[in-house]
């Protein structure tokens, strides 16, 4: 029987609850499928998902620091209003796309409006969360070099670039 390994394309069902027992996600029918070992989903999860079995139903809580890190206050800052269009909503959990210095993609939400001073949060809307998965394995096979290669999970009618 396959086991979930590197560069296994993996299928799974889950419900994401966090501490409150509040459900923040969900995924059913096997619509969620990613590439085994291409760090495209949490490293906890990925780490739980090791060696696991067609049909395994099991629960896991991964910590933030292997979720989506710990807040990081400097990713927190007040900025005026004139930093977005003049058209764009601004209001308490909006998100906008932003490029780091570096010239890393982020998302940006909006955290307080006072006048003109908004405060807008860099970290991820999960960081510092822990996180609890129910999850069932719905489907493992084997990926293709054409998917490897690409580094994700191509549909049933190939990928084109």
Do not use: C, W
Not at 89 to 115: C, N, R, W, Y
């Amino acid at each position: 029987m396959a086991k979930i390994a590197q560069n296994m394309v993996v299928s799974l069902d889950y419900t994401l609850t966090n501490d409150a027992g509040e459900t923040l996600d969900k995924s059913e029918n096997g619509q969620f499928v990613y590439l085994h070992g291409s760090n495209s989903i949490i490293p906890g999860l990925e780490n739980a998902l090791n060696d696991k079995a067609l049909n395994d139903k099991f629960d896991i809580i991964i910590e933030p620091e292997e979720a989506y890190g710990l807040k990081d206050e400097a990713k927190k800052q007040v900025v005026g209003r004139d930093m977005f269009e003049a058209d764009s909503p601004i209001e308490v959990g909006v998100q906008f796309h932003a490029q780091s210095p570096e010239g890393e993609m982020l998302v940006i939400t909006v955290t307080d409006v006072k006048d003109d001073e908004i405060t807008i949060d860099g970290n991820h809307p999960l960081a510092g969360e822990r996180l609890h998965f129910s999850i069932e394995v719905k489907e493992i096979r084997e990926a293709s070099e054409e998917e490897i290669s690409h580094g994700h999970v191509h549909g049933p009618d190939a990928h084109n670039h």
